[in-house]
């Protein structure tokens, strides 16, 4: 069974940073491309960054590139994701996920998923 542990959410103000980060069974980090996806109340999941297998390929959501880092530390089986110059509108319950692809940035490729965690901005 695949589980994703998140964690590094929390309050913070405007133009601060946050780290999060999200572990997984070493079977399923070596295995697998990796994806951070946000959603906000009253809004559709989107999503923040995604990672290939080996780390070589990353991209990022419109609304974060420049602002945010996804990276992968294998000897940790762990996925992380910097997020500096935080915004309010970047308020939204983070997600990792993974995908049986090789890479992807579509919701509907990455059928498991974490808990999540909660990121509050605060203006």
């Known amino acids: 069974q695949i589980q994703l542990v998140e964690s590094g959410g929390g309050l913070v103000q405007a133009g601060g940073s946050l780290r999060l980060s999200c572990t997984a069974s070493?079977?399923?980090?070596?295995?697998?491309?990796m994806g951070w996806f946000r959603q906000a109340p009253g809004k559709e999941r989107e999503f923040v960054a995604g990672i290939s297998r080996t780390g070589n390929n990353i991209s990022y959501g419109a609304s974060v590139k420049g602002r945010f880092t996804a990276s992968r530390d294998h000897a940790k089986n762990t996925v992380y994701l910097q997020m500096n110059s935080l915004k309010p509108e970047d308020t939204a319950v983070y997600y990792c996920?993974?995908?049986?692809?090789?890479?992807?940035?579509?919701?509907?490729?990455?059928?498991?998923w974490g808990q999540g965690t909660q990121v509050t901005v605060s203006s």
């Open positions: 996920a993974v995908t049986t692809r090789w890479f992807s940035e579509r919701e509907s490729e990455f059928p498991y």
């Open positions: 070493e079977r399923t980090f070596v295995s697998n491309a």
